[in-house]
């Protein structure tokens, strides 16, 4: 991904208050900070006027290490709001720090399943929202960085079979060769494309070209009062056409022909949303083949979806000509 994208994140944020703010101030210098009771020495989380063991208001803020064991996680693979939709499934967890007090948080550099509770966890620093860093744990034995740096993926755990796909020697196939052509044909789909965010910019670029700059798609504000989905949405065309962004792992290579024609679709579904600031990627498999008087024509189906949906947001049966 090395478009120069403007990062738009397009998340709720913690909105720090003069109790709390110490603790963001620490976040933002990679530090993890906790109040102490100077009376009784309690450690003290979430931030607070008073002790709530001693009801001392003499509390100090103390660097710890942010070191700390799981309590207890849950993995969501629905999204708690639409913002979300892009970080599916999503780790959520509980931290008790060294020190002993619980923390709300999410696990990152976790494959969904390899957590477990009283594993000894550390902290990550997510600079990605700008205003706010955000404290997420992983792993203390694990090899995520310890800052996850603005404009960086959170984790990027690539499916094993993108780069089995991407090493694989590529069969070659004659155009002409009908019967090999026709063992294309598969009801199973490929690996995953890359993936590719598709930020508010790019949408609102989309809008001035198109001229449909209808509010769902173009006024966040507005879409996060009125909208179903709490944000703004992609068009469906706009994500179509974002298929060129798209490189599907393809393990055979069609050979022999002239010219190879785009002759449009049989079929296109904008099944499900794409909301502002989310990933997409792409997967197909081989429909149909057959021959035409001009050629062979092949049907791909082509989905996109939102990265970490079972749903596809754009169903694409793509018929190409080859002759
Ligand atoms: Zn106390």
Known sequence: MSENQTHVWN??????TPISQPFWDGLKAHRVRLQQCDDCGHWI?????????CASQALTWRDVS???????????????LPE????????????EFDEGPHINTTLVGIAPGEARIGMRVRPVFDTRPG???????????????????????AVVEAPAQDTTAATAPRRQILYTDLDAMRSLVSSEFSGWSNEFQVTQAIIDAFAALSGDDYWIHTDPVRAKAESPFGTTIAHGAL??????????PL???ITG???????????????????SGCRIHARHRVKAVEAVKRGVQMTLEINIHVVGQDRPSVVNDLVILYM
């Open 257 to 275: 022909f002239n010219n190879m024609l785009n002759y449009g679709s049989d079929r296109i579904r904008f099944a499900s949303p794409v909301p």
């Open 66 to 80: 942010g070191q700390g064991t799981l309590y207890t996680y849950t993995v969501a693979r629905v999204p708690t």
């Open 251 to 253: 393990d055979y290579e």
């Open 131 to 153: 205003a706010v860093t955000l404290l997420r744990f992983t792993d203390a034995a694990g090899a995520h960085p310890d800052v996850i740096e603005g404009d960086a993926p």
């Open 239 to 248: 994500v179509q056409v974002l298929m060129s962004r798209l490189q599907l």
């Open 45 to 53: 989380f979430f931030p607070r006027a008073h002790c709530p063991q």
């Open 11 to 16: 998340k709720p944020l913690p909105q720090p």
């Open 84 to 95: 979300f939709t892009d970080e599916m499934p999503q780790q959520l967890a509980v931290v």
